[in-house]
């Protein structure tokens, strides 16, 4: 079983900044890429931010420059620093862990945390 665990969300003001966190735990041999990915009201789910094992990292277009994916991938744990924020960012955000073991390579996913950006 694994567990995947986001902390950090809140309400801020335009302007503001939140870091996210998040953390895998469970029965796996390790990550080979984590990341955050967001849902807002009536739209899909997307990718965020992304980080390989390798150090390898990809953003959106519209968080380019304001938000900073980093962590240690081979203890499973992930951070989000989004700074600036805006409206269009309110959203729950979920973390993503493509963990692997001796049989598998899969998805898991976090509980979500809401980030909400209002003045």
């Known amino acids: 079983q694994v567990q995947v665990v986001e902390s950090g969300g809140g309400l801020v003001q335009p302007g503001g900044s939140l870091r996210l966190s998040c953390a895998a735990s469970?029965?796996?041999?390790?990550?080979?890429?984590m990341g955050w990915y967001r849902q807002a009201p009536g739209k899909q789910r997307e990718m965020v931010a992304r980080i390989t094992r390798g150090g390898n990292t990809d953003y959106a277009d519209s968080v380019k420059g304001r938000f900073t994916i980093s962590g240690d991938i081979a203890k499973n744990t992930v951070l989000l620093q989004m700074n600036n924020l805006q409206p269009e960012d309110t959203a729950v955000y979920y973390c993503?862990?493509?963990?692997?073991?001796?049989?598998?390579?899969?998805?898991?996913w976090g509980q979500g945390t809401q980030v909400t950006v209002s003045s």
């Open positions: 469970g029965t796996f041999l390790g990550s080979s890429a």
């Open positions: 993503n862990a493509n963990v692997y073991n001796a049989y598998s390579v899969r998805d898991y």
